[in-house]
């Protein structure tokens, strides 16, 4: 059934679909709605069999998700930002020990500054934590993602976090195609644990585990997310199969064919890049895009099949790995060893900056002439740097970066574009 | 075994064993069919008091609840001493997670257990005090404020132990610890710092606290019983000597933690709903320096020049301690 609905709201509906049994809400903006829904919903007696617990931090969160799955009960929650960073030891504690929790994470700067807005610096923080971590490019991507989550994450015995771009998704009102109970249940079976406690068979878990076997364990990790390599779209296809959609995945290519240059992004600004590509694609130009869905696993193969005829790759990334530049794109590069395209790296969108459709014309075009530098930081205003690093460089104490900064843009302390 | 009549002159010591008690009073331990929650053969220290009180408080757990627990364990000295794999030594289902979230593994393990309608299993959390007063007290606090069906055992024995007995916030004044070195003006702990959880607890209000000390493992397994007979947040706050931490002799856990006990320094107690309701009363009040005297840890407040007002502004705590829980009102009465 179609259903203009917010994009956080429609997650929430496809949440209770799934029939959560414990569902964890510590606030922090762009998720809160998530969980408010949720809230709502187990109070006012739709979602039933779920315990709907008001914790006192991220951190709790993610613990209640801990012991809440390892006694066999199917556990979400929610987060962004500095919530994540906040429960980041909880984070990687429920992958090491191999519990299939679910997590949105509505994707939001890390401060300082402090910033609302979206970006991934928050999701890149744990790209190592052993999730898996897909990203939504739409509502619909959204909703549908969850689903394959629990299933995924039930499957392999390993978190999932659904990443969604913060205010763009999050708070954007658009039609989605709500499943209907039937179809949910038809693909999510109950969750049957590999481990649980319970005093019918008492296990010891998260013992104190030293060299002799440690490796194995984490290898194990690994071995997981490479089975989820081929999980993913198996998974996506049986979904395509019970709710008629083509979402999920690992990656998507658009216009790829014969394409010279390849745009590589992930998240909502495909859309923007797609737009643009559709208009160079009018005026001739030979250029396609790849979607990344699935960042953790990262499908390497894929992405180099994708890639390997392009004479240049565009990365537009929504993250920055301060002291060398991009994080996909070093992934991009590692599926791409021994080919030699150019690969251009753009950082692009931090702290919510609107990547606008006509920066990406002058940015795109710019890489088919090959005059683009290895990394670029999309509409930086330079006057701005230039001008506090001249203050650094002529006094001492030039005081609060940021501030300063601040003043210098002037009174739109809210321009984006 | 038949009951036989306590005598006279055994009742006012601490010599009454389980062979003259009632069986029904007798101490788990003396149960043939006792669960043996922590089986033996763990690597925790020769004297070590904490291993002592989670076998007796969890074995009585187990009793109170046919078995049917859960427990959720902070990292420390008892989950690396117990745990090394294959070598687990729990026999009941056992979860360690992180140092400070226990409490809140446990809400999570109580709220899957309410969920699926398994209301006869029963969840306690365990940590020492590092984990439970200081990196563990957020999700402590959020555990007891939301009442969440939950009993919290902390093994305090005053520092972190399983680090190498740095300093935590229920380190008491003046005691030698890895951060707080007996050197400068002001050697050991300082005064004025610290908390006492027990009475935090307290405020939160929630069904049940207690403390109590390895000494009496008859009113530990009593408290342990008592607060399985509650639903909701309950907090015991055992006492437990570490004889590598404290420099004391292995044999003398039992006497040391009887020893805080008549001194003041640590009141027994309980307390339901934000209210004290008991009081293990101090039979005979004992100078604070017979408490420190065995300890190497308070050794700098002795030997050629003593200092006597540290160890007066000591004993003030204990006074205070006994006048403020009535630990010996049966004399003033």
Known sequence: MHKQIEGSRAVAEAIAMCRPEVVCAYPITPQTHIVEALGEMVKGGKLTRCEFINVESEFAAMSVSIGASATGARAYTATASQGLLFMSEAVYNASGLGLPIVMTVANRAIGAPINIWNDYSDAMSQRDSGWMQLFAETNQEALDLHIQAFRLAEELSLPVMVCMDGFILTHAYEQVDMPTQHQVDAYLPPYEPRQVLDPREPVSIGAMVGPEAFMEVRYLAHARHMRALELIPQLAAEFKRGFGRDTGGLAHTYRTEDAETVVVSMGSVLGTIKDTVDEMRDDGRRIGVLGITSFRPFPLDLVRAALHKARRVVVVEKSLAVGIGGILSTDVRMALSGLHPHIYTVVAGLGGRAIARNSLHILFRKAEQDVLEALTFLDLDWNVVDKQLARERSVRRSGPAAENMLRDVGTIASKIA | ?333
């Open chain 2, 1 to 333: 075994m038949p009951f036989q009549p306590i005598k006279f002159y055994q009742t006012g010591t601490f010599t009454v064993g389980n062979r003259l008690l009632k069986p029904e009073d007798r101490s788990v331990q003396s149960h043939r069919d006792r669960s043996n929650a922590i089986n033996s053969g763990h690597r925790a220290c020769q004297g070590c008091g904490e291993a002592l009180g989670a076998r007796y408080a969890l074995d009585a757990a187990m009793e109170a609840t046919n078995s049917q627990l859960i427990a959720a364990n902070a990292t420390g000295c008892l989950e690396v001493f117990t745990t090394p794999y294959p070598e687990t030594s729990w026999q009941l289902p056992w979860m360690h997670s992180l140092f400070g979230n226990a409490a809140a593994v446990a809400t999570g393990i109580a709220a899957a257990l309410k969920v699926k309608g398994r209301n006869e299993v029963r969840v306690v959390a365990q940590g020492g005090d590092g984990g439970t007063t200081d990196i563990g007290f957020g999700c402590l606090s959020g555990m007891f404020e939301r009442n969440d069906d939950v009993l919290y055992i902390c093994y305090d024995n005053e520092a972190y132990m399983n680090t190498g007995v740095q300093r935590s916030s229920a380190t008491p004044p003046a005691a030698r610890t890895a951060t707080t070195l007996p050197v400068g003006q002001n050697p050991g702990n300082v005064f004025g710092q610290g908390k006492f959880v027990p009475a935090i607890a307290m405020a939160h209000e929630i069904p049940y606290v207690a403390t109590a000390t390895v000494a009496d493992l008859h009113d530990l397994e009593a408290k342990v019983k008592r607060a399985m007979e509650f639903r909701g947040a309950r907090y015991i706050h055992l006492f437990v000597p570490c004889p590598l931490g404290w420099g004391t002799a292995s044999h003398d856990t039992i006497r040391i933690a009887r020893l805080a006990h008549e001194t003041g320094l640590f009141p027994i107690f309980e307390a339901e709903h934000g209210l004290q309701v008991s009081a293990l009363p101090i039979r005979r009040q004992l100078p604070v320096e017979e408490y420190l005297k065995p300890q190497k840890r308070f050794a700098h407040l002795f030997g050629a020049k003593p200092k006597w007002d540290v160890i007066a502004r000591i004993q003030e705590r204990a006074d205070r301690n006994i006048r403020k829980y009535g630990l010996v009102q049966q004399e003033t009465a």
